[in-house]
């Protein structure tokens, strides 16, 4: 893979009609690497996480994902990453054990390898009591941290997070980025989405979208350095006012 890059992208294009979605992007990210891709609702983000995941396709463009062509690889592609969606990806009418078992199976997985995981992966959230429980009647904080496990329980190169966090309080917040850092730590890729600008501060690099482009991409102190600003809400701002 080009210079250890992980995810290359070369004018991508997405467009629905006359409508365009993704307008010409052109990024890497680096394995290993906390990536934030942020921009408003409808700056394009989602659209453009779909293709990277392998879930949509580009109109046009180059896209290569942990060394697959979205192309024509979507499907090795998908079962070399993980995903996490803004709209809550597990199953709130099977136990948690369950929700593991379930996607242990989709991810090819043995049936031994799938219970260590299960009570390592709830060891470490400190549920395996919870493990016979219905999903239902669990806390949505709970459910983000389990749905996160989830999509790393193969043991992905790359995990792609949209807008994880969204609608739970900040301590849950600050105890899910907790979990990012520990798989980052292992040297897993971290592709997240978020319209919490705090949150980008705990990127290494962060690109933001408006309008279906990409204003800014830099690390977070020098994106603040660019703008002459305190905070990246700021710098967010500047970019959605097209103010330099």
Known sequence: MEENNIIIVENLFKKFGNFTAN????????SGEIFGFLGANGAGKTTAIKILSGLS????????????DVNTQSNKLKQNIG???????????LTVKEN????????GMSAKNIRLKTEALLKRLD????KDMLLKKLPLGWKQKLAFSV????DPAIVFLDEPTGGVDPITRRQFWELIYEKSSEGVTIFVT?????????????????????????????????????????VFVKIARKVN
Not at 23 to 30: A, G, P, R, S, T
Not at 127 to 130: C, H, K, Q
Not at 204 to 221: C, Y
Request: proline share 2%.
């Open 23 to 30: 307008n010409d992007l052109n990024f890497v990210v680096k």
């Open 194 to 234: 978020t319209h919490y600008m705090d949150e980008a501060e705990y990127c290494q690099r962060v690109s933001i979208m408006a309008e279906g482009k990409i204003e800014a991409l830099d690390t977070p102190s020098n994106l603040k350095k660019q703008f002459n600003v305190n905070t990246m809400d700021e």
């Open 83 to 93: 995903y996490m969606s803004q709209r809550f990806s597990l199953y709130d009418d």
């Open 151 to 154: 999509a790393v329980m193969h």
């Open 57 to 68: 396709k580009p109109t046009s463009g180059k896209v290569i994902v942990a060394g697959f």
């Open 100 to 107: 593991f078992r379930f996607y242990g199976g989709i991810y």
């Open 127 to 130: 549920m395996l009591n919870y």
